[in-house]
């Protein structure tokens, strides 16, 4: 009859957390301390004692401050994320044959990856030949733009072009709007790559122009598109960089943060009202396969960027604080070996940035760790995104994790993080500064080699890599088909053809106002590069001129 | 033999500024106690050469993420013409297995994948560097 009592008794003296805490410890004999990418230490459970935040103020609902939830109040059940998927190859009309093939499955928004020639600022003419189109389109002319956005609605499709400094392929599909009589109000899209100081920190491709060039030109950009395009995304400002390049995802966030910050206030230096600019500025993440840290990224960085709008600049605009952002899949994860299991990680990675709470979405190919994609991987990867969104209806609950005790204390401890990291730039006098010092180049770097050394002690399980390797021959596998030399040589010929006909008066008055413009503060540089589009002038040409008066940028490299 | 450490140029050629694979190698192979010589990316293949031959290294390491590794072969040629073909020249990055063999047919020692060990970078290095020291002793 007593036994029932003594039960009572026991459990009146140790809780049920106590109870767990000694099962626990009983059955995981030696548990380790585990940490995330960002250095925040993961417990093995996570109960109401983690997180004491308040609904109201601290997670709110969706498309109201804090922003927690997400930036608008339908978020994916409204409308689903836009599935942008990067192509770039050869010529224009094989760039051309391959997006319209793209939008057909499915892609509702066009991306251009230009050649890396045109990446650096250099025509097909000034190049190894060799290199031409094997990482992108050579597009170097606005017949070459219009070649590659053959039977694309300008008026309805929204474009992101990979372009930084000084944008010269917008200015191209400008020029190739008007030939078209498309009003350039209707032209709607993002310049990607806009972000000059991730560039200078963690990927050097595009640095072509030198820091104070770079930095005039964006905000001539952004005060064009205003003026004139009230629906281009001028600034789209990137942590997948800074991110691919080591650092972790609580500092890729802070330092991207930091740049917006940056941007925002040379805007307002310029006289602009931040609920003028901050409507467009938009983001771009890397999104890694470590899938809570991810998420929690991505909920703490909304909040912060809500809060920083409204606090610091005054925003009083809701579209103000809305923390738009771009999400692709991360490359660095993916393994040469075994390949077939990186469709296992772009579909974690994809999720993390869905649940994330991401606009719009890149799934990288299986293969692309093996050479550029092939057309069989992009299409497995956009599969990917049709799987989630339509088999797994990812799309059907709003932030489903919220309120996840553990989702919630990681978002607040990621938060604390990025803001420890923001706190330092901001010592360093802001971003543009801390950039000058090179403080972010060494973060990146030392982030970079400590993960390689967890991969290398074997702390970091990379499947394939360190753990469950199998004997693999070399792969049977196709190479993507580099283009054809025949086809590349057509390509210089016609490009060499359209140089020679073109009225070079107007080419060398629209040059000479370029470089006008270039040492006058009063003009905006920007405006004349597109007049240099319309006038006919080359990419290259553009670029060549702005890089002889605004000087060529070295970076500064921290090893 | 060997008096002074191995020294290893670590550089990029042709377009891409993907370097966050030839920073994490430089890093190692320094504190591996390796002389590195450093340089942005974008190198053209005359600097390379230049660079080379002023700083007597034993070895070239070339970076390539996007295609690049397609004008080693020119590289390898000037190398050659230059006269410092015991310099030897690994190649690490992406570069798919067709053009690996391509690769070692114009003379390069060695091309590491994604996935290779720091230290499996570093030993081999530190071989070609001994090899070339033997050679020329």
């Known amino acids: 009859m007593n036994k029932p009592l003594e039960a009572s008794k026991w459990s009146a003296q140790e809780t049920g957390a106590e109870q767990w805490q000694r099962e626990f410890a009983a059955s995981v004999a030696s548990d380790k301390p585990t940490c995330n990418r960002s250095g925040i230490a993961i417990k093995p459970l996570y109960t109401p004692q983690d997180w004491h935040g308040d609904y109201a103020t601290d997670l709110g609902y969706p498309g109201q401050p804090p922003y927690t939830r997400g930036?608008?109040?339908?978020?994916?059940?409204?409308?689903?994320?836009?599935?942008r998927q990067l192509i770039g190859l050869g010529t224009p009309r094989d760039y051309n044959a391959r997006l319209l093939d793209m939008i057909a499955q499915g892609t509702t928004a066009v991306s251009l990856i230009p050649c890396n020639s045109v990446f650096r600022g250099y025509d097909m003419d000034e190049v190894h030949a060799e290199l031409l189109g094997t990482c992108g389109v050579v597009v170097n002319t606005v017949e070459h733009m219009d070649q590659c956005l053959e039977g694309v609605d300008l008026a309805r499709t929204s474009c992101a072009m990979?372009?930084?400094?000084?944008?010269?392929?917008?200015?191209?599909?400008?020029?190739t709007a008007k030939k078209r009589g498309v009003d350039w109000s209707k032209i709607s899209g993002t310049s990607n790559q806009s972000d000059y100081l991730s560039h200078f920190v963690a990927n050097h491709m595009f640095f072509r122009i030198a820091l104070p060039g770079a930095r005039r030109i964006l905000i001539d950009h952004i005060e064009f598109c205003q003026q004139r395009l009230p629906n281009w995304n001028p600034v789209s400002v990137v942590g997948q960089h800074m991110q691919q390049a080591g650092a972790t995802p609580a500092e890729a966030m802070a330092f991207t943060l930091c740049s917006a910050i940056q941007y925002a206030e040379d805007c307002a230096a310029r006289g602009m009202a931040p609920d003028t600019f901050l409507p467009r500025f938009t983001f771009f993440f890397d999104i890694s396969v470590s899938l809570f840290e991810e998420?929690?990224?991505?909920?703490?960085?909304?909040?912060?960027?809500?809060?920083?709008?409204?606090?610091?600049?005054?925003?009083?605009?809701?579209?103000?604080?809305?923390?738009?952002?771009?999400?692709?899949?991360?490359?660095?994860?993916?393994?040469?070996?075994?390949?077939?299991?990186?469709?296992?990680?772009?579909?974690?990675?994809?999720?993390?940035?869905?649940?994330?709470?991401?606009?719009?979405?890149?799934?990288?190919?299986?293969?692309?760790?093996?050479?550029?994609?092939?057309?069989?991987?992009?299409?497995?990867?956009?599969?990917t995104q049709n799987i989630l969104r339509e088999e797994a209806?990812?799309?059907?609950?709003?932030?489903?994790?919220?309120?996840?005790?553990?989702?919630?204390?990681?978002?607040?401890?990621?938060?604390?993080?990025?803001?420890?990291?923001?706190?330092?730039?901001?010592?360093?006098?802001?971003?543009?500064?801390?950039?000058?010092?090179?403080?972010?180049?060494?973060?990146?770097?030392?982030?970079?080699?400590?993960?390689?050394e967890r991969i290398g002690s074997g702390q970091q399980t990379v499947v394939g890599v360190n753990a469950y390797q199998v004997e693999e021959g070399r792969s049977d596998r196709q190479a993507l088909p580099t283009p054809d030399p025949e086809k590349m040589r057509a390509h210089i010929a016609a490009f060499q053809a359209y140089k020679a006909r073109r009225s070079q008066a107007a080419v060398q008055?629209?040059?000479?106002?370029?470089?006008?413009?270039?040492?006058?503060?009063?003009?905006?540089?920007?405006?004349?590069?597109?007049?240099?589009?319309?006038?006919?002038?080359?990419?290259?040409?553009?670029?060549?001129?702005?890089?002889?008066?605004?000087?060529?940028?070295?970076?500064?490299?921290?090893? | 033999m060997t008096t002074h450490p191995p020294k290893v140029l670590i550089t990029k050629i042709g377009f891409d500024g993907h370097d966050r694979g030839s920073r994490v190698v430089a890093s190692f192979l320094r504190d591996a106690g390796m002389e590195v010589v450093y340089t942005p990316p974008w190198q053209d293949i005359p600097a390379v050469v230049k660079l080379a031959m002023e700083e007597d290294v034993d070895v070239i390491g070339l970076s390539s993420l996007a295609t690049d590794h397609l004008i080693v072969p020119k590289l390898m040629q000037a190398l050659n013409a230059a006269?410092?073909?015991?310099?030897?020249?690994?190649?690490?990055?992406?570069?798919?297995?067709?053009?690996?063999?391509?690769?070692?047919?114009?003379?390069?020692?060695?091309v590491f994948h994604p996935g290779s060990g720091l230290d499996e970078i570093a030993a081999e290095v530190g071989r070609l560097a001994d090899a070339r020291r033997a050679v020329s002793v």
Request: with cysteine; aromatic share 8%; glycine share 10%.
């Open chain 1, 71 to 83: 930036i608008y109040a339908s978020m994916h059940r409204g409308r689903t994320w836009t599935q």
């Open chain 1, 162 to 175: 990979n372009d930084p400094t000084p944008f010269g392929l917008l200015a191209l599909m400008l020029a």
């Open chain 1, 295 to 383: 998420i929690a990224k991505f909920r703490a960085g909304r909040r912060i960027w809500g809060r920083i709008t409204r606090e610091r600049f005054g925003a009083r605009d809701p579209r103000s604080w809305r923390f738009k952002f771009h999400g692709q899949t991360s490359g660095v994860d993916l393994t040469r070996q075994q390949p077939l299991n990186n469709i296992a990680r772009v579909t974690i990675q994809a999720m993390a940035g869905i649940f994330g709470g991401l606009q719009s979405l890149h799934t990288d190919a299986y293969d692309e760790a093996l050479s550029c994609p092939t057309e069989f991987g992009a299409r497995i990867a956009v599969n």
């Open chain 1, 393 to 452: 209806h990812l799309t059907d609950v709003i932030d489903p994790l919220g309120g996840s005790y553990y989702i919630e204390a990681l978002t607040d401890e990621m938060e604390q993080k990025i803001l420890a990291v923001m706190a330092q730039v901001d010592a360093a006098g802001g971003m543009y500064r801390a950039v000058e010092q090179g403080l972010p180049q060494k973060m990146i770097g030392e982030s970079a080699r400590s993960f390689q």
């Open chain 1, 509 to 559: 008055a629209a040059q000479d106002g370029l470089a006008a413009a270039a040492n006058d503060p009063r003009q905006n540089i920007f405006a004349r590069v597109v007049e240099a589009a319309e006038a006919g002038c080359t990419h290259g040409e553009i670029c060549a001129t702005l890089r002889r008066e605004l000087g060529f940028g070295q970076p500064l490299i921290v090893v």
């Open chain 2, 83 to 110: 006269g410092l073909k015991d310099i030897a020249v690994i190649v690490g990055g992406i570069v798919p297995d067709a053009d690996e063999s391509m690769l070692l047919e114009a003379g390069v020692a060695k």
